[in-house]
T-cell receptor, first 116, second 116 residues
Framework: AQKITQTQPGMFVQEKEAVTLDCTYD???????LFWYKQPSSGEMIFLIY??????QNATEGRYSLNFQKARKSANLVISASQLGDSAMYFC?????????????FGAGTRLAVHP | DVKVTQSSRYLVKRTGEKVFLECVQD?????MFWYRQDPGLGLRLIYF???????EKGDIPEGYSVSREKKERFSLILESASTNQTSMYLC???????????????FGSGTRLTVV
């Protein structure tokens, strides 16, 4: 079965500190993509970062980096220097590529609260 | 600015009503998706479409149908609304991926549907 697991329903962090949001995935597909999305209280889903299963290096986008450990099937999101505006829901998602149709499978999400 | 537009931000309907949720994208994307989002469950795929007039069931299609008569428009239909369909509904679109490369979704801002 293809599945995304986010074990942290809620996290909090002090402003300017770094935080890691956990994500593990399960798939037998050799080719897949991993995504992180942010959902503020306004409800929009904002793309943060992407990692391909064959990418050799961990993806980075500004303050976001993805700690990709393929053997452990984990794709943790690291946010450096947290800001108050980072308070939101964060979703990890996976897209198996062999079957077509580009379907994204989402985890249950982690609610991050950044405290001043 | 490219976008996915959902026709209503908030909607209140009565049990048994037929409900139409509309979604329009201006990016010429092949793929379109309808998800529902519930606390603790993340986003679950209802239906998707990879071409005009083509549709595929997602993980939770029961009680829903869809229509895609034009490439840019994907409609979700609740044939007879029930209270357990009270949820946030998110529409998304994506371009067609290629082997080894996944493309993420662009999401609409969501429709919060309440069935009373």
């Amino acid at each position: 079965a293809q599945k995304i697991t986010q074990t942290q329903p809620g996290m909090f962090v002090q402003e300017k500190e770094a935080v890691t949001l956990d994500c593990t995935y399960d798939t037998s597909d050799p080719s897949y993509g991993l995504f992180w999305y942010k959902q503020p209280s306004s409800g929009e889903m904002i793309f943060l970062i992407y990692q391909g299963s064959y990418d050799q290096q961990n993806a980075t986008e500004g303050r976001y980096s993805l700690n990709f450990q393929k053997a452990r099937k984990s794709a943790n999101l690291v946010i450096s220097a947290s800001q108050l505006g980072d308070s939101a829901m964060y979703f990890c998602a996976m897209m198996p590529l062999s079957g077509g149709y580009n379907k994204l499978i989402f985890g249950a999400g982690t609610r991050l609260a950044v405290h001043p | 600015d490219v976008k996915v537009t959902q026709s209503s931000r908030y909607l209140v309907k009565r049990t048994g009503e037929k409900v139409f949720l509309e979604c329009v994208q201006d990016m010429d994307h092949e793929n379109m998706f309808w998800y529902r989002q519930d606390p603790g469950l993340g986003l679950r795929l209802i239906y998707f479409s990879y071409d005009v007039k083509m549709k595929e069931k997602g993980d939770i299609p029961e009680g829903y149908s869809v229509s895609r008569e034009k490439k840019e428009r994907f409609s979700l239909i609740l044939e007879s609304a029930s209270t357990n369909q009270t949820s946030m509904y998110l529409c998304a679109s994506s371009r067609e991926g290629s082997r080894g490369r996944a493309y993420g979704y662009t999401f609409g801002s969501g429709t919060r549907l309440t069935v009373v």
